[in-house]
């Protein structure tokens, strides 16, 4: 080859090399795709709320199990109640308060749901057990019971078992 034919040659087979196949695109600068600062939503649920409601547990004691509250205050019911409502108010009410709740009472271990219930009593929610209204004695620390089968207020104070029996 003479060196004028050189040259178009060469020049042809450049031009055929940079274009590559039918097939492909042309090549181009790529561009990366945008990256976000932003971090993505979580799928975590909130955390659920504390429940508000008191606990009813089931403890030993010299009468057996019986139901206390999440404190360990042990529970009375009044023989002069009826069923859905009470008849301790005032000085009765100040040496057996009642056990009160803000939300649906709790059942813990041995202590049936079912049973638990409240009651309106001016303005707040007493908490029952099968029906009946539930007190504190006043004068007691956790894990005591110094007033059971008591007479006084014009009834008797008798804790109360899983069943929602009192203890006689």
């Not at 999440?70 to 108010?89: E, H, N, P, W």
């Not at 057990?129 to 007479?151: I, M, R, S, T």
Request: charged share 20%; proline share 10%; hydrophobic share 35%.
């Amino acid at each position: 080859m003479t060196g004028r034919m050189a040259v178009p040659v060469v020049l042809a087979a450049l031009a055929l090399a940079g274009c590559g196949a039918d097939d492909e695109e042309p090549a181009s600068p790529r561009t990366a795709a945008p990256v976000s600062t932003t971090p993505p939503p979580t799928t975590a649920t909130a955390p659920a709320p504390k429940p508000t409601g008191t606990l009813i547990k089931l403890a030993g004691s010299d009468y057996g199990r019986i139901l206390f509250d999440g404190r360990g205050q042990a529970i009375y019911l009044f023989t002069k109640d009826g069923r859905g409502r009470t008849r301790c108010f005032g000085a009765c009410a100040d040496a057996w308060p009642p056990v009160y709740t803000r939300g649906e009472p709790r059942a813990g271990p041995g202590v049936r749901q079912a049973l638990l219930g409240t009651i309106r009593r001016e303005g707040r929610l007493q908490v029952t057990y099968a029906g009946q209204p539930l007190y504190f004695y006043a004068h007691e620390g956790p894990n005591q019971v110094l007033c059971q089968d008591v007479d006084e207020f014009g009834g008797t104070w008798l804790v109360v078992k899983a069943s929602g029996e009192p203890v006689r």
